[in-house]
């Protein structure tokens, strides 16, 4: 099995450098070469906006491995700054431009990965010319942007687009003193989240003195002397002094499309159960791919790390000549939006609603902790369950405290394909100080139980 | 289904009032009289040490319903202060002595449910005559225990016993800002959990100034004047002013037995599926009885409130005529020691050994947040694994902070009988202000499937 051969990685910062760890360390005899266009890898993207806020003081906090580290520790040789500018599968090579060098230069594999991660969907490419302009894609753009506040004193930002990045990026502007404006599509803050949730979430924005602008549609950033001076939307036309464009991601499968390698429906790279792509010897993981949503069995894609990680994992070891199966994902979240917990697994109502399922859903508001026990906060609890199974297919929960760690509960029960009543069983601890008695999760699955 | 008819209850605290509400919401045509020797019902027993301990301030607090507002809410009578002296199965009735009026009645019942909890062991119950000297097993005791300290300001407490209560009473007692000594049979606190848990528990106790006293059996208290002056064990005597006697429980099933009613090599009253005991008629529910532990398969008792509330609730529904079964316990609990959440579930290494199980054991110290996150503390994670099916036998996570909730995960992977192999793919969630990129879970599973 350990035959030795060249592996060559596209992309160095998930999904990419856990599937050279894992390959190497299954194969020592394999020849590993990461290829990273930018200057970091294996870095902390979910911290980056902490670092920005403050929180984290110094960038060097976030990053994992240096590439010399990553070297030496994994036994992989690391090329940053080199662009993989082509695929050439039917001949087993890709063609690299070395960005500090200015030279184009093609390395042949025998086999191959795409860890090409996400892109931030930018309606105009040219507003990031503006200096006061920003997007939060790698650990480069965090530190530009964290000077710019320091160096430059930012009043007034907009951020444009209310999703998980948005509400990261307002608490973290909110504690660096800025007034913060977000300018969002949707009537309310966090589509993926059921309407009651993303009402919670509106609340705490205000409870934060964030002005949040619902049903907005960027049309224009107004640019004077190469500064941003005001964001104009359908509705709104608001000066500023920061703009931050988090208004989604979508996979990064260009080099892949233009390898004629197949893409689906949702633009990610389409790889079988071990990763493969539909090119011979080309594997894909993470980001830039589909994967499969294990609630509804259907394509979906992920920028957490969290799913990157175990993909890279799996690609590892099949690149390694191990046949290691990748499940796919129950789609389990959480985003601290100032001092809320704010945690979701699964499929949404409406999501269910639309794959067809007879869907029934139960809401309770909960305990945090004991009766009486001083301290204790509201858990809101949302379950989206399927009439007919009787299986839990999704679920919200959000709370000042025991919402993050309550949804892994969920997150096991999906992926043990519970029953709500075999939720209404489960042994969960008590004790004052960390439960009430009836756990908040315990309660929705008995109230639900009672209407199936 | 709805027949009329009497249903009798013995035992108010946790297993008797959720059978009683429970039977007669699912069939308001019966009669439900429950009987409870002390003069309080339905309270949070788990909450009696905070109670102490002045974190709750009231006994009213505690109380989930005064008699009064059970027999209003919920429609069955209550008779506090009322001692059940003597079963009659043959001739379905009890007798009952009136503790107010010292008159001692029968009553005829359809069905009967025991729900006698558990009771204190104490080697010599004359020592309980001595004024300073303490069980904490009702909310009386609380009362006069919280109200003796209040009064008589001990210095010095012998808190004889280091199990859950010993814990959680040694916390109570240094927050009143006694000096502590603890008892105690084994060489470390807490018999239930693993070595390398128990020493962490033991310098968490030490860091917190209370004396422990390995490998010592009680053998005298000393008592001049109606007051204990000494605590004498098999080495030690050592002068006291308040003496906590925490010395473990057995069900209390003398009624039962008493009656001829089955019970087994626990003491506990045994049960099928469906609550009934061995004698016609009559059920039975909680710390009293016998209950199937899930992952060995074999009998164990539990005095945990949330066993007693699910089986309670189980046993309402026979009563009522709607068969339910009641499946066990995977034994998941968390007590608080100082700054400490001490969590365990399913079987220690040692009884798993006992069972004749091929046990593989992995212990790892992971972190509560993120990569550099402010703040994070390090999590303790015992996993003991079943090396021939490769399921997850039992666990010990200790941690100041995401050890309790995290306890629930591997709640769930038990009930749901999980393979290592499939803790290691869970979709925990991951954001740096409550989880680090890799759960202490996953990378506790994932080391321990290496070795699998």
Redo the contacts between chains.
């Keep these: 099995m350990n035959t030795p051969g060249r592996i060559l990685i596209v992309g160095g910062l998930a999904a990419g450098p856990a599937a050279a760890a894992k390959a190497k360390r299954l194969n020592p005899k394999l020849e590993i070469i990461l290829f990273e266009q930018g200057e970091h890898i294996s870095y ?1 993207t ?2 980056m906006p ?1 670092y920005i806020g403050d ?2 003081k110094s960038s060097d ?2 990053i ?1 491995f240096s590439p010399e580290n990553f070297e030496k520790e994994k036994g992989c040789e690391v090329k940053t700054l080199h662009r993989v500018e082509e695929l050439m599968p039917h001949r087993k090579k890709i063609a690299v431009l070395d960005l500090k060098e200015g030279k184009r230069k093609e390395y042949k594999y025998d086999r191959l990965l795409l860890a090409t991660g996400a892109k931030i969907v930018v309606f105009n490419p040219a507003w990031l010319e503006a200096r006061n302009v920003f997007v939060v894609k790698t650990l480069a753009d965090s530190i530009r942007l964290k000077h710019y506040i320091d160096t430059h004193h930012p009043q007034q930002a907009v951020v444009v687009g209310g999703g998980f990045i948005g509400m990261e990026m307002a608490d973290a502007l909110r504690s660096r003193n800025l007034n913060v404006m977000i300018m969002h599509s949707g009537p309310e803050p966090m589509n993926s989240l059921e309407p009651e949730s993303r009402r919670i979430v509106l609340d705490e924005l205000q409870r934060n003195e964030v002005r949040f602008f619902g049903e907005q549609r960027l049309k224009e950033i107004l640019v004077h002397d190469g500064m941003a001076t005001h964001v104009v939307t359908t509705s709104e036309k608001r000066t500023c002094d920061l703009v931050i464009l988090a208004t989604g991601f979508s996979p990064n499968a260009d080099l892949a499309r233009a390898a004629h390698i197949r893409c689906g429906k949702l633009n990610g790279i389409v790889v079988d159960d071990y990763l493969k792509t539909g090119a011979d010897h080309v594997y894909a993981a993470g980001a830039c791919c589909e994967l499969t949503n ?1 609630v509804s069995g259907k394509p979906m894609v992920s920028p ?4 990157s ?2 993909m890279g994992w799996a690609a590892g070891s099949n690149l390694a000549g191990h046949p290691t199966v990748y ?1 796919g ?8 939006v100032f001092d809320l ?1 704010v ?1 979701s ?1 699964g499929l949404s109502e409406r999501e269910a609603q639309l794959e067809g399922f007879r869907v029934l859903t139960e809401s309770v508001i909960g305990q945090s902790k ?5 301290g204790r906060k509201s858990i809101f609890v949302k379950l989206i369950v399927d009439r007919s199974s009787k299986h839990l297919l999704g679920a919200n929960l959000i709370a000042e405290e ?1 919402a ?6 969920l ?3 999906i ?2 394909n ?1 029953t709500i009543a ?1 939720i209404a ?11 009430p ?3 908040p999760l315990l309660i929705a699955a008995n109230k639900t139980l009672k209407r199936l």
């Design positions: 902390a979910c911290s902490y929180t984290i906090e976030l994992a294990l957490l790390a969290t799913v990680n175990k499940q994902s129950v789609r389990t979240s959480v985003v601290k917990e945690a697994v004991g009766r009486h026990y001083p025991g993050a760690q309550r949804i892994n509960v997150s096991t029960a992926a043990a519970m075999d069983q489960l042994d969960l601890m008590y004790t004052p100080p960390f439960s008695l009836w756990d």
